[in-house]
C-alpha cells in the first residue's frame, strides 16, 4: 500500500491558497461604525401605562449614572464607551441625534447623543412635559432602555419588560 505523492505544482497551489486565505483575515478587527453612534430609538406604550424608550448604539455602551431623579423635563444619562474600533473614535465626539420610531407624538421631542460634553458622553433626552424616568442598561450593551410613567401616574414604572 503506497502513498501518492501530490505534484509539486498542486503542492504551491496549496500553500499560495493557504497563504492567502491567512493574508486575508489577518488583521480583521470589530466592524466599524461608520461614522454613527445612535442607530436608532424605539418608544412604544406597554399595556400598564408605561411608555418604554429604546435606545441602540452603534457598539457597547456603559450606563453610569442619570439625572434629574425627579420629574424633569429633559433627562441626562452619562454613558462610557466599552469598546470601539480604534478607526471610530473619532465619532465618540461628535453631536448625534435620532427620532424615535413608533413614537407618541409629543412625548420625547429629542434624543441626542452628545459627545462633546466635558465629562464624557451623555445621552440626552428631552420631554414635551416634566416625566418621571427609570433607566435601565441593555442586557446587550448596546442599548439604553428608559421607562417613563403616564404623565397623570404616581412616577413609577415595573421594571419588567
Keep these: 500500500m503506497g502513498f501518492r505523492v501530490a505534484s509539486s505544482g498542486h503542492q504551491c497551489r496549496m500553500v499560495g491558497l493557504f497563504i492567502g486565505f491567512m493574508l486575508s483575515t489577518f488583521g480583521l478587527e470589530a466592524q466599524t461604525v461608520r461614522n454613527r453612534v445612535l442607530e436608532g430609538a424605539q418608544l412604544f406604550s406597554r399595556d400598564d401605562g408605561c411608555l418604554v424608550l429604546n435606545v441602540d448604539f452603534s457598539f457597547p455602551v456603559r450606563?453610569?449614572?442619570?439625572?434629574?431623579?425627579?420629574?424633569?423635563?429633559?433627562?441626562?444619562?452619562?454613558?462610557?464607551?466599552?469598546?470601539?474600533?480604534?478607526?471610530?473614535?473619532?465619532?465618540?465626539?461628535?453631536?448625534?441625534?435620532?427620532?424615535?420610531?413608533?413614537?407618541?407624538?409629543?412625548?420625547?421631542?429629542?434624543?441626542?447623543?452628545?459627545?462633546?460634553?466635558?465629562?464624557?458622553?451623555?445621552?440626552h433626552l428631552e420631554f414635551s412635559g416634566k416625566r418621571h424616568a427609570q433607566v435601565f442598561q441593555g442586557s446587550d450593551f448596546r442599548s439604553i432602555t428608559v421607562l417613563l410613567p403616564e404623565a397623570s401616574s404616581d412616577g413609577s414604572c415595573s421594571s419588567k419588560m
Design 63 to 123: 450606563y453610569l449614572r442619570h439625572f434629574p431623579l425627579h420629574a424633569h423635563d429633559e433627562l441626562h444619562i452619562e454613558l462610557r464607551p466599552i469598546r470601539v474600533n480604534p478607526g471610530d473614535r473619532d465619532v465618540l465626539i461628535q453631536r448625534e441625534a435620532v427620532f424615535p420610531e413608533n413614537g407618541k407624538s409629543g412625548v420625547v421631542e429629542a434624543v441626542v447623543y452628545q459627545g462633546d460634553s466635558p465629562n464624557g458622553p451623555v445621552l
